[in-house]
């Protein structure tokens, strides 16, 4: 039996984000049926007797906003490093007092997977109620086979439980945690208690994520991408290009963190490896660009954790306009560097801080960050066929999202065709 259809009628705008810009459809409407979209149309529609009539109130019509890159499962805040950073503490003096990624790294490996689904279930809720209907989500906090199997096992459960898309990603390879893969002891000199130096621990553990992890994860279904912190100070372009490379050999899609605190040579391995997004790239080589360009690798820019952490650094946006590469915004919401949940304040940061035009910052939440994931063909723009996943907002004009700083948009959120927020 078909689901019962819905009729939204009345919408001042209808951004359609079909095209190279936003695809306004003026005084236009959308009939929903079987949970995807029917009609698109410059009119209002005729209700069949079974359909909802929805009035959007000469409203922004959009298709549901798409989060391509957070850290939202996690165990503990990290608020006090929050206050250390403020008085002056750099990110080194954090980490060498305890802080940073390993932090949570500690309380994460603490937790049951039970109340990593549970938190991460809130946090998804929060999302949702800002417009989100589809969040990728990377595991990372863990740097144990376990820990990492028990992230996105979370994950796996919030997917099947929570009213949004969950696209999950294996990030095994977000830092060398400290002290060792298993003791390291088959790196360490017989008879001797020295501590295996930063290079034996990093190819120890670099080992233990191809030969152990990231069969484990493919194994178990729980991943479609496989991420990478690349830097030169942690996995550098050599160490990503084997990881990527593990990865796909198990049908994992490569994605990258890359060229954020330095040029790394990381937009360079996305294109080389296939990758289908490179993010953060604050610092990245023209040569990167280009190539990134070419191989149609998407850049995931986060203004939020720019703005978060108060960094000096010059937006890239402007060669990636010039280069054509596909631009796409994404929260990062995480415990230490973004704990910014709603992708209309990203819409505001990528302007304010990135100056990206207010169109390629929508098409930055919508078709882009679907291109981010794959899921163009299903997502993303308001066409007939693709899921009906759609915010009806409060906003008269689509310059309003970006334009009102800290106010939710969101007034109906409609995933797959079903209400999720009101």
Known sequence: MKDDGMVLNNAGQVLCMTGNELGIIENG???VRDGRIAEVADHNLKPEPDEKEIDCQGCVVMPGFIDP??????MGWRAHEFEMRLSGKTYKEIAEAGGGILSSVRTTRQASEDELFQSGMERIKEMISWGTTTVEIKSGYGLDTETELKMLRAIKRISKNAPVTVVPTFLGAHSVP??????MTEFRPRNSDRVPSPQVRKEAYLRLLIDEMIPRVAEEKLARFCDVFCENFIFNADDSRRILEAGKKYGLVPKIHADEIESSGGAEIAAEVGAVSAAHLLRPSDQGLKAMAQAGVVAELLPGTCFFLKEDAKSPVKKMRDYGVTMALATDFNPGSSTLVCQPMTV????LVYGMTIIEALRGITVNAAKA???????GTLEPGKWADIVGTDLPDYRHLAYRVCHNPARLVIRHGKAVFR
């Open 29 to 31: 409407a959308v009939r």
């Open 69 to 74: 890159h957070t850290h939202l499962v996690f």
């Open 178 to 183: 400290k002290g060792s893969a298993r003791d």
């Open 348 to 351: 505001v940061l990528g302007c």
């Open 373 to 379: 994931l794959r899921l163009e063909n299903e997502i």
